[in-house]
């Protein structure tokens, strides 16, 4: 489309605006009875639409057919994510790798199977001859996670049987999406800062015997330094990101996607692109936006210049004027987010050694006084508590890295969880997903064009 064309379709759209939110508009009486907007019940659960063995996420239990609020917990096949963890903090190794091969294959790896499996990864971490040069150098992109999506479409040409849905070669095409993604992100990320920021450009290849963590902080930075707690803190990330139930927004397109039998690469491409929401995947980004205003704003250590500023965000007069407190709250948590709680906890360190000690203070002090804040505006004692995006954003700040890479990165962990749930969905499922959507519209006679009327407001 020229430049004119364009211009000229703003101003026709432009003049039609309210004529076309009147014609959207459905009113609310349309939603009452069993239409479940947003697939969730009148109690805000989730609609069931199937069964999983991959993850389970429980913040509450039922008893007489009223919710009781528990611990959170999360699930990985059935192992809580807590155990591996601390495991792996024990041991002092990375874990991110088991939690993959965890959520694939359905059990813990033998030390030969892992073995097997890491030598796999080292050789999927590498991208295919000229596609960074080709997909990614050529085309850049100032939104990480768009080049992403582009990046694994493109993938497809590169491989010899991308529509064959057998178990083995979802299986390799899988083991290939997980070694691939943190690649393709840190190359996409040195490309945009090239380009659009006119910073040097650094392209680093991907070391063999290393973890995804220190691989990523390796490509990523310039000097291709990091510590061992660094990649540490980055492996739990990655770790704690790889899975959250069939149910959330991605892996329910992914699977949507999958049950219409199509290849991995599309169906993967849109669960990228639902992660970019800022309802999802980027609601990190929007924690540390509505943070930076916060300290900008408040005097950290009085809580009662805390408490005025809170009141103005839920107000709508502050931050974003959404009037929201993002990172609090959760669909399923109550009490706690498993997730929330081992960032807290394993964090802290970190922080002090990087300086930001009185951040990571005054972002606990918002989950302390903003809780209450809101469940008083709402009128609701039900238990709340800060979700994952509440932290991930500081640790990754503390980690250096940049907000571009937030939202990339979380899905450099979530691939592991899409490719489990894609396989389950293709193998179990054998059904496509149908929702339905009731129409409302009234019938109307076709008006033939000599008979019909301009809008008031358009200008010929």
């Not at 096949?77 to 024990?90: P, S």
């Not at 890491?118 to 080709?134: R, Y």
């Not at 979530?414 to 489990?420: E, F």
Request: proline share 5%.
């Amino acid at each position: 489309m020229m430049k004119n064309d364009t211009g000229i379709l703003e101003e026709y759209t432009g003049s039609l605006s309210q004529r076309i939110r009147e014609e959207y508009n459905i009113d609310e009486n349309y939603y009452r009875g069993d239409v479940k907007r947003g697939l969730r019940n009148s109690d805000g659960t989730g609609v069931p639409i199937g069964v999983t063995k991959v993850g389970s996420v429980q913040g509450y239990m039922i008893e007489d057919g009223v919710r009781v609020p528990v611990p959170g917990q999360l699930y990985y096949r059935g192992i809580e994510l807590n155990e591996i963890v601390e495991a792996h903090r024990k041991a002092n190794t990375f874990g991110f790798e088991e939690v993959a091969f965890l959520l694939l294959m359905g059990h813990l790896p033998a030390k030969g199977e892992m073995a097997h499996f890491n030598e796999i990864m080292n050789q999927a971490k590498k991208l295919p001859d000229g596609f960074t040069e080709d997909m990614i150098m050529k085309h850049p992109s100032r939104d990480i996670m768009n080049k992403l999506a582009r990046s694994v479409l493109s993938l497809y040409s590169y491989d010899d049987n991308p529509d064959d849905t057998s178990v083995e070669n979802l299986l390799l095409q899988s083991v290939r999406l997980i070694g691939a993604f943190p690649s393709i992100v840190a190359n996409a990320y040195s490309v945009k800062r090239h380009y659009f920021n006119g910073r040097s450009l650094h392209i680093h290849y991907p070391k063999e015997n290393l973890s995804t963590a220190e691989n990523f902080l390796r490509m990523l930075r310039a000097d291709k330094s990091y510590t061992e707690e660094e990649a540490h803190l980055l492996d739990m990330m990655l770790m704690v990101h790889a899975e959250h139930g069939g149910g959330n927004n991605s892996t329910f397109v992914c699977r949507a996607l999958s049950s219409s039998g199509t290849d991995t690469y599309s169906a993967i491409a849109g669960a990228v692109g639902s992660l970019k929401g800022p309802l999802h995947g980027g609601a990190n980004a929007k924690v540390m936006e509505m943070f930076r205003y916060v300290k900008e704003n408040v005097n950290p250590r009085d809580d009662g210049s805390i408490k005025d500023y809170l009141a103005k965000i839920l107000d709508g007069e502050a931050g974003d004027k959404s009037g929201k407190i993002y990172g609090l709250g959760h669909a399923v948590y109550t009490i706690s987010d498993p997730r929330a709680v081992l960032l807290k906890k394993y964090a802290q360190h970190m922080a002090e050694v990087k300086g930001y000690g009185e951040d990571f203070q005054l972002l606990q002090k918002i989950e302390e006084l903003g809780i209450p804040m809101i469940q008083e505006r709402k009128k609701n004692p039900t238990p709340m508590c800060a979700n994952v995006d509440m932290y991930s954003g500081m640790v990754y700040s503390m980690l250096g890295i940049p907000q571009d890479v937030f939202t990339p990165l979380f899905a450099s962990a979530r691939i592991a969880g899409w490719c489990a749930n894609r396989i389950e969905e293709v193998l179990t499922c054998h059904r496509i997903m149908r929702p339905a959507y009731r129409a409302v519209v009234k019938h109307v006679p076709y008006i033939p064009v000599e008979q019909r009327k301009l809008p008031k407001d358009f200008a010929e």
